[in-house]
T-cell receptor
Framework: EADIYQTPRYLVIGTGKKITLECSQT?????MYWYQQDPGMELHLIHY???????EKGDLSSESTVSRIRTEHFPLTLESARPSHTSQYLC????????????FGPGTRLLVL | DAKTTQPPSMDCAEGRAANLPCNHS???????VYWYRQIHSQGPQYIIH???NNETNEMASLIITEDRKSSTLILPHATLRDTAVYYC???????????FGAGTRLTVKP
């Protein structure tokens, strides 16, 4: 069972606010990921990290930013939330063997009014 | 990464085996087959993965054909809690992205 946590699970916030979505894992995984998923739609990779001080953008363009100061922590920040940012955000981390199986957190459902 | 094709939906009677097919005819030699499921839009749950050989764990079995162009996920005794969307994903070692596609919506009925 994977130990990866996301907070908050649900967030309702007004337009223009700065928000940070937290993601932590206790498995010592080097690689971590952020996906965005709209209801009933596919997951899209928006950010990933190979390890501390490494961050890369994914296939889907996103106005969010990420940081990786510690191995276990990979927060995502929106400087000024907009209604178009309403979505579910899923964090994952992966093992370092050849399969690189990814394990997902429970997700954060964000609603921007 | 190779594209996968799954039926959009399937039903299964509770207690019976659920067999979920996946076609991946363009799979290459270094690509793994992964299965995940997602319940009520929670975070995807890892089920099983394989490269060439059949695999079994406490959740399911994965049968990969000899030519690796298709696979089947088997839930041996489906329960109502197995109702979910099941995703078959093919991914190479150097690719960071898990491309989930539309998946198969499995409904387990009493």
């Amino acid at each position: 069972e994977a130990d990866i946590y996301q907070t908050p699970r649900y967030l309702v916030i007004g337009t223009g606010k700065k928000i940070t979505l937290e993601c932590s894992q206790t498995m010592g995984h080097d690689k971590m990921y952020w996906y965005q998923q709209d209801p009933g739609m596919e997951l899209h990779l928006i950010h990933y990290s190979y390890g501390v001080n490494s961050t890369e953008k994914g296939d889907l363009s996103s106005e969010s930013t990420v940081s990786r100061i510690r191995t276990e922590h990979f927060p995502l920040t929106l400087e000024s939330a907009r209604p178009s940012h309403t979505s579910q955000y899923l964090c994952a981390s992966s093992v370092t063997d050849r399969s690189r199986t990814q394990y997902f957190g429970p997700g954060t459902r964000l609603l921007v009014l | 990464d190779a594209k996968t094709t799954q039926p959009p939906s399937m039903d299964c009677a509770e207690g019976r085996a659920a067999n979920l097919p996946c076609n991946h005819s363009t799979i290459s030699g270094n690509e793994y087959v992964y299965w995940y499921r997602q319940i009520h839009s929670q975070g995807p749950q890892y089920i099983i993965h394989g490269l060439k050989n059949n695999e079994t764990n406490e959740m399911a079995s994965l049968i990969i054909t000899e030519d690796r162009k298709s696979s089947t996920l088997i839930l041996p005794h489906a329960t109502l809690r197995d109702t979910a969307v099941y995703y078959c994903i093919v991914r190479g070692y150097n690719n960071n992205d898990m491309r989930f596609g539309a998946g198969t919506r499995l409904t387990v009925k009493p």
